[in-house]
């Protein structure tokens, strides 16, 4: 199986930045598409960026220009750049990769969260 490790959450002020990483490992054929959700308290969770398997990226609009999705296929890890953060990014982030075990099946694995905090 598939699992994931995410790590570089923390505690910043309005307008820190931080880094978010996650590295995949386990059996699977390919990683497809890797992304990033968030969870604040009382929410919903919501896709924060996604990128695919030849880097095209996608993000929220609350966040363009902020944050920055990447990947490093040679490591199987995904990152996260947050800049100028906001005391709404306040949530739990959520790693989420889309991967096939065999060509024929799709599946997805999540993170186990990694708390960003934004004091104003």
């Known amino acids: 199986q598939v699992q994931l490790v995410e790590s570089g959450g923390g505690l910043v002020q309005a307008g820190g930045s931080l880094r978010l990483s996650c590295a995949a490992s386990?059996?699977?054929?390919?990683?497809?598409?890797m992304g990033w959700y968030r969870q604040a308290l009382g929410k919903q969770r919501e896709l924060v960026a996604t990128?695919?398997?030849?880097?095209?990226?996608n993000s929220a609009d609350s966040v363009k220009g902020r944050f920055a999705i990447s990947r490093d296929n040679a490591k199987n890890t995904v990152y996260l750049q947050m800049n100028s953060l906001k005391p709404d990014d306040t949530a739990v982030y959520y790693c989420?990769?889309?991967?096939?075990?065999?060509?024929?099946?799709?599946?997805?694995?999540w993170g186990q969260g990694t708390l960003v905090t934004v004091s104003s």
């Open positions: 989420k990769v889309d991967y096939t075990k065999q060509p024929w099946e799709y599946l997805e694995v």
């Open positions: 386990g059996s699977f054929f390919s990683i497809n598409d």
């Open positions: 990128i695919t398997s030849g880097g095209y990226t």
